[in-house]
């Protein structure tokens, strides 16, 4: 069975403070697929990244950057010089290579403070 | 532009009422989802569909009911044996369900439920 736990339910930073989400999951398989998303208070989820788990290269996108250790089973989250803007709720979800579940973790709501 | 749209964007039903949810995209994907959020909650999946006329039960069908007669659409009944159906309904696609490319899946804007 697939897992991912977000055992962070909520994180409260004032602006410019970095802060980083953390993601474990579970799995059987060799082969697989890691996401985040953030969740605005609007209530659209917003794709953010997807991780193969072949690849272990960590990736950055402006302020967004993700850590990916396999040997862990985690998939870190770190946001760099927070904004008001990126308050929102963020999930990480997983995905076996076959069929198209996506079992997400719980969620961390960030909350940026001015 | 491209995307995927749901309406109403509230809803509100009266006990013991059918109700249905409207998901459309026009993204030519072949992959559409329906996913119930409650409040504080991670995303579960209702009903999948992979390719027109064809649906699968998610984690908590039971009470939900969905058709797939057209490629652009997916609705979701929520039916009265629903026991709990006060919630956030999010309505989702992806392209295919094989190889890298298909896994994205892309969201629309929900509809929040609730239920007098």
């Known amino acids: 069975a697939q897992k991912v736990t977000q055992a962070q339910t909520e994180i409260s930073v004032v602006e410019k403070e970095d802060v980083t989400l953390d993601c474990v999951y579970e799995t059987r398989d060799t082969t697989y697929y890691l996401f985040w998303y953030k969740q605005p208070p609007s209530g659209e989820l917003v794709f953010l990244i997807r991780r193969n788990s072949f690849d272990e290269q960590n990736e950055i996108s402006g302020r967004y950057s993700w850590n990916f250790q396999k040997s862990t089973s985690s998939f870190n989250f770190t946001i760099t010089a927070s904004q008001v803007v990126d308050s929102a709720v963020y999930f990480c979800a997983l995905k076996r290579a076959a069929g198209n579940k996506l079992t997400f973790g719980g969620g961390t709501r960030v909350l940026v403070k001015p | 532009d491209g995307g995927i749209t749901q309406s109403p964007k509230y809803l509100f039903r009266k006990e013991g009422q059918n109700v249905t949810l409207s998901c459309e995209q026009n993204l030519n994907h072949d992959a559409m989802y329906w996913y119930r959020q409650d409040p504080g909650q991670g995303l579960r999946l209702i009903y999948y569909?992979?390719?027109?006329?064809?649906?699968q039960k998610g984690d908590i069908a039971e009470g939900y009911s969905v058709s797939r007669e057209k490629k652009e659409s997916f609705p979701l009944t929520v039916t009265s044996a629903q026991k709990n159906p006060t919630a956030f309904y999010l309505c989702?696609?992806?392209?295919?369900?094989?190889?890298?490319?298909?896994?994205?899946?892309?969201f629309g804007p929900g509809t929040r439920l609730t239920v007098l």
């Open positions: 569909s992979q390719i027109v006329n064809d649906f």
């Open positions: 989702a696609s992806s392209v295919g369900t094989s190889g890298s490319k298909g896994n994205e899946q892309f």
